[in-house]
């Protein structure tokens, strides 16, 4: 088999044997374009072999000279053996993507997708194995991804390869029904009894105590989601959120932090503004459900806002038109799983979070 870069023209063939994947569909689609530019990372397609002369004789994968222009990053060249594509007619039959997350320690691998008659033929296998030497290239010292509790073969994959789980994720889609949500109300009756507020610098340190301590932050991987990629949460990352006005926090009347939420605005792939909470942590459920309100409250300013200032400029683009939806996710608890019965859930999962040290 031969592993090289993709190239713009393997899209069409890709996403030929990309539609269908997974029950709700595909999208790789929505994706390859993005993948196929971003630095710092290789979009990799699998080919047959069965045409294709291996110089060497020794029948092991080889990478083609007609890379992407992020293929050497950091000015690492790669190693690998050159041959030319001279095959007619060989045609992709698998796709991933990894790259290196800004910390430079970890490589994220995600999109693994094999054409149907080619699988159980380590073809999966052999793309794993050149994406972790990726990352041994680029300097990263663990390859993560995030598997579907129920893709049994992708999980079983991953463990081959000698990945561990090291924490569970729900991700829930809901619908949010603004003023006439009767659940509003229980966030005004919270936020008078408990306080919640944005943090500002100043609760910096209060909040990467309560971090440190925390349970749920370690079974989290000490991670959070951005546009399905876990990143660390890290001190310096802390800083960058409080600055932006993104974490929330719970607190005691000594000032005791007592439950963190982080919130992100911004769009991910094709999707413009997407309203998420990224990462929610509390000692309690009341907390919790409390945080999780007043972060839905705080949606709703922000979405009538909006309004008011596209009634009175109705020229403008609209950046929230049709996203009175919510995504939450967070490391999975039974709390949390408890909290969202009582919302009008349009879509949930469950994901597992692997890491490898390289
Ligand atoms: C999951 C997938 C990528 C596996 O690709 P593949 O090339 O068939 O995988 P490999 O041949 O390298 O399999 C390696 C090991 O993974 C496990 N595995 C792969 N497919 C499996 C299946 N259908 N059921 C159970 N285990 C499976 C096995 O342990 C296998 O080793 P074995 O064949 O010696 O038993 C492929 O089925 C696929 O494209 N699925 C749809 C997309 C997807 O789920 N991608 C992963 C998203 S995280």
């Known amino acids: 088999m031969k592993i090289r870069l993709a190239k713009k023209s393997d899209k069409d063939n890709i996403l030929r044997f990309c539609t269908d994947t997974f029950t709700w569909g595909d999208y790789i689609d929505r994706v390859f374009d993005i993948w196929y530019q971003e630095p710092h990372g290789e ?21 083609e000279p007609n890379r992407q222009s992020n293929r050497d990053v950091n000015n690492i060249t790669i190693t690998a053996n050159l041959i030319p594509n001279t095959a007619k007619n060989v045609q992709p039959i698998a796709l991933s993507h990894v790259i290196l997350c800004p910390n430079k320690k970890r490589v994220w691998i995600e999109g693994i997708r094999v054409k149907q008659r080619f699988r159980r033929n380590k073809v999966a296998t052999t793309l794993i194995d050149e994406m972790l030497q990726f990352g041994r290239r680029m300097g990263a010292i663990e390859a993560s991804a995030i598997i579907s509790i129920n893709n049994t073969a992708s999980r079983s994959l991953f463990e081959k390869k000698g990945f561990n789980s090291i924490s569970k994720w729900g991700y829930y889609n809901i619908q949010l029904n603004g003023s006439k949500d009767s659940r509003i109300s229980i966030s005004n009756q919270s936020r008078n009894a408990l306080k919640i507020r944005i943090a500002a610098i100043e609760d910096l340190d209060n909040v990467w105590d309560y971090l440190r301590c925390s349970e749920t932050y370690h ?50 792939w ?89």
Not at 43 to 63: F, H, K, P, T
Request: charged content about 20%; aromatic content about 12%.
């Open 43 to 63: 979009l990799l397609v699998a080919e047959e072999s069965n045409d294709i002369v291996d110089r060497n004789g020794n029948g092991n994968s080889v990478l």
């Open 219 to 268: 079974l989290s991987g000490e991670t959070y989601f951005k546009a399905w990629r876990w990143y660390y949460l890290s001190y310096e990352k802390i800083v960058d959120f409080i600055k932006h006005q993104n974490i929330i926090i719970i607190e005691k009347d000594n000032k005791i932090i007592e439950g963190v939420a982080i919130i992100n605005y911004t769009g991910y």
């Open 270 to 358: 094709d999707k413009t503004i997407v309203f998420q909470i990224v990462y929610l942590d509390s000692t309690s459920i009341s907390k919790l459900q409390a945080l999780l309100f007043y972060c839905i409250d705080l949606y709703a300013v922000s979405l009538s806002d909006n309004n008011k200032n596209y009634d009175n400029d109705n020229t403008r683009s609209h950046p929230h038109s049709n996203s009175n939806q919510l995504q939450i996710i967070s490391y999975l608890t039974n709390e949390l799983s408890e909290i969202m019965n009582n919302f009008e859930i349009i879509d949930s999962a469950q994901f597992l979070l692997y890491n490898l040290s390289l």
